[in-house]
């Protein structure tokens, strides 16, 4: 069985100032902003950005022309129904012209008749009573 081994203080602080040296060893070991390296990968970033950029700046324009598409669409669909109601509204005030001047000349030759009648009954009578 393995025993609990605690270490004493002095290992402690020994290794805490090992793992510090290490890291500050690691820090001084990167390289700093100036480093063709780091300045190459700024570079590429930088680039990356910029052709984001400019894909989201063709995708607004692309956005804005499909709505400004939509927009002349709608308009010439409203232009055209409003075109086929006043075809509509035309052609029904030319059926309802029609059909008022059927029934005023089937009114006049109603009246024409009846007063053919009239005269003929009238007429009738007068030779009646003349003998």
Not at 35 to 55: K, T, Y
Request: charged residues 40%; positive net charge.
């Amino acid at each position: 069985m393995r025993r609990n081994v605690l270490p004493n203080l002095q290992d402690r602080q020994n290794a805490s100032a090992d793992a510090k040296k290490a890291m500050l060893e690691k820090f001084r070991a990167s390289p700093g902003p100036d480093d063709p390296a780091v300045v190459e990968r700024r570079a590429a970033r930088e680039a990356m950005l910029a052709e984001r950029a400019a894909r989201a700046a063709q995708r607004e324009a692309a956005k804005r022309a499909h709505e400004a598409e939509l927009a002349e669409q709608a308009a010439r669909a409203a232009a055209a129904a409003e075109q086929a109601e006043r075809e509509a509204a035309e052609l029904a005030a030319r059926v309802a012209a029609e059909q008022a001047e059927r029934e005023a000349a089937a009114l006049a030759e109603q009246k024409a008749a009846r007063d053919e009648r009239y005269k003929a009954r009238k007429l009738a009578k007068k030779q009646r009573r003349k003998g």
